[in-house]
């Protein structure tokens, strides 16, 4: 199996793009979470799917970010417009179940916002 | 107060050293524990599941007090190649179902 494949692993964009991140979970799981993570604040949870519906996005810091699961096999996390607090390694991890196994997480996508 | 707390370290040992990782918890609810260790510029992986009557893989040993709201992480004969970050991990289920919450980790240095 290939792992959590996200994409891309490096951006960088100017204040006030959209910025958008792809996550391809791990075939057959069926829970998906979205991280952030900075020096400060070290790693926070952002929104969590199972099969493919939100389930908690009390994470999600305002309205600028959004989360999408069209299917089992792809979802998008979407900032816009981007700031420059927005910079941080932000991962994708999967698992296949909600809380009793281990999450798989992705390389991440380290996003600089300028 | 935070959901995992942890020493941030950093610990810097020698080679052939026995370390340990403590790590507190706040919602006694909890049921699942866990280490994940991050090197530098890389994603969390999972070192080791926490179980109540505590559990040893090879070098590694991870302990969990219930009453106590503690997890531990010994390793014994240090390598180089054990210098990273451990996350203390957290599940929780007394609110969400399936959260997971990371402690911000301790970093670990051994050195030749």
């Known amino acids: 199996d290939a792992g959590v494949i996200q994409s891309p692993r490096h951006e960088v964009t100017e204040m006030g793009q959209e910025v958008t991140l792809r996550c391809k979970p791990i075939s057959g799981h069926n829970s998906l979470f979205w991280y952030r993570q900075t020096m400060m604040r070290g790693l926070e949870l952002l929104i969590y799917?199972?099969?493919?519906?939100?389930?908690?996005d009390s994470g999600m810091p305002e309205d600028r970010f959004s989360a999408k699961m069209p299917n089992a096999s792809f979802s998008t996390l979407k900032i816009q417009p981007s700031e420059p607090r927005d910079s941080a390694v932000y991962f994708c991890?999967?698992?296949?179940?909600?809380?009793?196994?281990?999450?798989?997480f992705g390389s991440g996508t380290r996003l600089t916002v300028v | 107060r935070k959901e995992v707390e942890q020493d941030p370290g950093p610990f810097n040992v020698p080679e052939g050293a026995t370390v340990a990782f403590n790590c507190t918890y706040s919602?006694?609810?909890?049921?699942?524990f866990f280490w994940y260790r991050q090197d530098c510029r890389k994603e969390p992986k999972l070192l080791m599941s926490?179980?109540?009557s505590g559990n040893e893989d090879g070098r590694f040993t991870a302990q969990l007090n219930r009453a106590s709201q503690y997890i531990s992480l010994l390793i014994r004969d240090s390598k180089l190649s054990d210098s990273a970050t451990y996350l203390c991990?957290?599940?929780?289920?007394?609110?969400?179902?399936?959260?997971?919450?990371f402690g911000r980790g301790t970093q670990l240095t051994v050195w030749p």
């Open positions: 991890a999967s698992s296949p179940r909600r809380d009793l196994y281990g999450y798989t």
């Open positions: 919602n006694s609810a909890s049921q699942s």
């Open positions: 991990v957290v599940n929780d289920r007394g609110s969400t179902l399936g959260r997971l919450y």
């Open positions: 799917f199972n099969n493919n519906v939100p389930i908690d």
């Open positions: 926490v179980y109540s």
